[in-house]
């Protein structure tokens, strides 16, 4: 996750969030939606669950630029 972190090129302003705390935060967040996946039996393909997680994982990289 957080060679995943540095090639989306996110700069973090570090005086509003630490960037290991990022990193920690995207990886809890990709185990959460790969758990509703796999836990709801959901017909989705692998390329659909990466669509999710990037919808709604970007936003939070973005808003940690500051």
Same mark, same amino acid.
């Given at each position: 996750? *957080?060679? #995943?972190? /540095?090639? =989306? #090129? !996110?700069r973090v302003d570090t005086s509003a969030v630490h960037a290991e705390a990022l990193v920690h935060f995207t990886a809890g967040a990709l185990v959460g939606v790969l758990m509703w996946? =796999? #836990?709801?039996?959901? *017909? =989705?393909? !692998? #390329?659909e669950?990466?669509?999710?997680?990037? *919808? $709604?994982? =970007?936003?939070? $990289? /973005?808003?940690? *630029?500051g």
């Open positions: 996750m *957080r060679e #995943d972190v /540095k090639r =989306l #090129d !996110v996946w =796999l #836990d709801g039996r959901m *017909r =989705l393909s !692998v #390329d669950v990466n669509a999710y997680f990037r *919808r $709604l994982a =970007l936003p939070a $990289l /973005k808003a940690a *630029r």
